[in-house]
């Protein structure tokens, strides 16, 4: 089994909360401090049910 490649979400600090979004779609965003971190990771999460390069369709369309 096959894990598709997916957004990457790094945690870049334990300090001052900051994460980074990126995308193969060219979604790379940044984010610091603990509202803008924990939006980031919503709209993450988010992003990857709606990217087209990351949606469950790619499997009905291989064909
Ligand atoms: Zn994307």
């Not at 600090?13 to 940044?30: I, K, V």
């Not at 924990?38 to 790619?58: F, G, K, N, V, W």
Request: glycine share 4%; proline share 8%.
């Amino acid at each position: 089994m096959t894990t598709p490649p997916r957004p990457r979400l790094k945690s870049l600090s334990c300090a001052t909360p900051t994460a980074a979004s990126s995308c193969m779609c060219g979604r790379d965003l940044f984010a610091s401090g603990h509202h803008q971190v924990l939006a980031l990771i919503e709209s993450h999460a988010a992003h990857r049910t709606t990217c087209q390069l990351h949606t469950p369709q790619d499997e009905r369309n291989a064909a």
